[in-house]
Nanobody
Framework: QVQLVESGGGLVQPGGSLRLSCAAS????????MAWYRQAPGKQRELVAG???????TYPDSVKGRFTISRDNAKNPVYLQMNSLKPEDTAVYYC??????????WGQGTQVTVSS
C-alpha cells in the first residue's frame, strides 16, 4: 500500500511560480513510476509530468519548458516546479504512483489557481 499526499497548491498570479510536493508513505520501495496529473473543471484529467525509476521524464507540450518534475531520492518526495504559470494551468493537481505489482495510487489533489 502507498499513500500520497500533495501540498503546495494555492493562488498565484500569471507568470508566477509554484512548487508542489508529493509525500509518499507505505511501500514506497515498490514504486517504479510517479507522475503529476491535473484536472480542470469540465476537462479530462491529463498528465503534466512523469518520472521513471531511471529518472526519465515526460512532459506534454502544454507544459514543456515551464514545468519540471524532480525528486529528492529515487522515490520520495516528488516535486513539480511550475514556472511561467498561465490561467489555463488552473486545476486540481494530483500525485500518482505506480508500483511494480501494477497497482496505481492517487493523492487527494491540491488546488492550483492562476489568476490576477
Amino acid at each position: 500500500q502507498v499513500q500520497l499526499v500533495e501540498s503546495g497548491g494555492g493562488l498565484v498570479q500569471p507568470g508566477g511560480s509554484l512548487r508542489l510536493s508529493c509525500a509518499a508513505s507505505g511501500s514506497i520501495f515498490s514504486i517504479n513510476y510517479m507522475a503529476w496529473y491535473r484536472q480542470a473543471p469540465g476537462k479530462q484529467r491529463e498528465l503534466v509530468a512523469g518520472i521513471t525509476s531511471d529518472s526519465t521524464t515526460t512532459y506534454p507540450d502544454s507544459v514543456k519548458g515551464r514545468f519540471t518534475i524532480s525528486r529528492d531520492n529515487a522515490k520520495n518526495p516528488v516535486y513539480l516546479q511550475m514556472n511561467s504559470l498561465k490561467p489555463e494551468d488552473t486545476a486540481v493537481y494530483y500525485c500518482f504512483a505506480r508500483t511494480t505489482n501494477f497497482r496505481a495510487y492517487w493523492g487527494q489533489g491540491t488546488q492550483v489557481t492562476v489568476s490576477s
